[in-house]
């Protein structure tokens, strides 16, 4: 079975997430869709909390969330214990926020980056291994 990627966001990150979810289930992952549905106004909270909650109920273990400053969904989606989104807006940050931060979030700013660019990201993102060691002690403390 394949891993099962969650996304979602607001109506500024609609056209970016519609676009990647066609490309990662072409790559063979499942996609959990929780909105918006179309481009109309939308309060990102909405779909983020639900989102959050399937990452840390386990049902799936990584996702991308998606608005116009990649701000909003992130600040969301930190309240939530387990959850640690990273906004990214270059490969290098994509990598580290896994290898560095175990992050089990990308927050992509969609006003603010290319489609190709997102792209990159999300493949270095699913794609990039937590390191461990010295990571692992210091991601432990995260949690208030």
């Given at each position: 079975m394949s891993e099962i990627i969650a996304i979602g966001g607001d109506h500024a990150g609609?056209?970016?997430?519609?676009?990647?979810i066609e490309i990662l289930q072409k790559k063979g992952y499942e996609v959990?869709?929780?909105g918006p549905f179309s481009e109309g106004s939308v309060d990102y909270p909405d779909?983020?909390?639900?989102?959050?909650n399937a990452v840390?109920?386990?049902?799936?273990?990584?996702?991308?969330?998606?608005?116009?400053?990649?701000n909003?969904?992130?600040?969301?989606?930190?309240?939530?214990?387990?959850?640690?989104?990273a906004i990214c807006w270059n490969e290098e940050l994509a990598a580290l926020s896994r290898q560095h931060n175990d992050a089990n979030l990308i927050s992509i700013p969609a006003r603010?980056?290319?489609f190709e660019?997102?792209?990159?990201?999300?493949d270095t993102f699913l794609t990039t291994e937590f390191e461990g060691g010295r990571h692992a002690r210091r991601v432990g403390k995260i949690p208030c």
């Open positions: 609609f056209t970016y997430k519609q676009k990647l959990k869709d929780f779909f983020i909390h639900p989102l959050c840390t109920s386990g049902e799936m273990k990584r996702g991308i969330i998606i608005c116009g400053s990649g909003g969904v992130a600040i969301t989606a930190n309240k939530h214990q387990e959850i640690r989104a603010f980056v290319s660019l997102t792209e990159k990201m999300v």
